[in-house]
């Protein structure tokens, strides 16, 4: 297991960027399949974008593709979430998951470990 916190929320316009980051402690970060999701008031958690282990497969939720960006960086063991044209709707607090040895699933059930969470908030 890795333990896992996440960084870079704050409130901004709509139209503006922000990166989140996420810095995993722990053993074998690189063997991890790292996601982020999020979860806006009275809504469930949703599945946000994924960055499988072998580093060969991102997938991202439709509502955030070609706006958001995954990536990792093994040596620093943090994985981010760059994020472009944000909207008054991507208002939520996002979260950072690791899935040892994970594969393509977009489902929480799946990831073992989880952030606590940092709030993004964007006015329009």
């Known amino acids: 297991q890795v333990q896992l916190a996440e960084s870079g929320g704050g409130l901004v316009q709509a139209g503006d960027s922000l990166r989140l980051s996420c810095a995993a402690s722990?053993?074998?970060?690189?063997?991890?399949?790292m996601g982020w999701f999020r979860q806006a008031p009275g809504k469930e958690r949703e599945f946000v974008a994924i960055?499988?282990?072998?580093?060969?497969?991102?997938r991202y939720a439709d509502f955030v593709r070609g706006r958001f960006t995954i990536s990792r960086d093994n040596a620093k063991n943090t994985v981010y979430l760059q994020m472009n044209n944000l909207k008054p709707e991507d208002t939520a607090v996002y979260y950072c998951?690791?899935?040892?040895?994970?594969?393509?699933?977009?489902?929480?059930?799946?990831?073992?470990?989880w952030g606590q969470g940092t709030q993004v908030t964007v006015f329009s």
């Open positions: 960055l499988n282990w072998t580093g060969r497969t991102t």
């Open positions: 998951a690791a899935s040892f040895f994970g594969g393509d699933s977009e489902l929480p059930r799946d990831f073992g470990s």
């Open positions: 722990g053993d074998k970060f690189i063997l991890h399949t």
